[in-house]
Nanobody, 122 residues
Framework: VQLQASGGGLVQAGGSLRLSCAASGRTFSSYNMIWFRQAPGKEREFVAAIHWSGGSTYYADFVKGRFTISRDNAKNTAYLQMNSLKPEDSGIYYC????????????????WGQGTLVTVSS
């Protein structure tokens, strides 16, 4: 599976962005999709995940109520809708594909996209 993340940009605090992760290959629907982010000088951290079936989602506490993860298996695409953005949400956002639900460590994921930069100004 090859992943291509897009949708990042510059937004003011309180604004919204929608990230997309387009996948190639016919096995997209077999993978859980996970979003991570990495701020300068910090480790990559888990943001949100959606089960391969679309039936379950999981969020990091710091995005609950603000971000929504979704997927469209017919389009081989996962999304991350980000609302009420804060300056501390800035960083490079990566999408990843994995097979182990509740295993959110970056090393546990099988495939990675190249990342898309999100900058939230105060």
């Amino acid at each position: 599976v090859q992943l291509q993340a897009s949708g990042g940009g510059l937004v003011q605090a309180g604004g919204s962005l929608r990230l997309s992760c387009a996948a190639s290959g016919r096995t997209f629907s077999s993978y859980n999709m996970i979003w991570f982010r990495q701020a300068p000088g910090k480790e990559r951290e888990f943001v949100a995940a959606i089960h391969w079936s679309g039936g379950s989602t999981y969020y990091a506490d710091f995005v609950k109520g603000r971000f929504t993860i979704s997927r469209d298996n017919a389009k081989n695409t996962a999304y991350l809708q980000m609302n009420s953005l804060k300056p501390e949400d800035s960083g490079i956002y990566y999408c990843a594909a994995g097979t182990r639900w509740f295993d959110w460590l970056p090393v546990a994921q099988d495939y990675w996209g190249q990342g898309t930069l999100v900058t939230v100004s105060s």
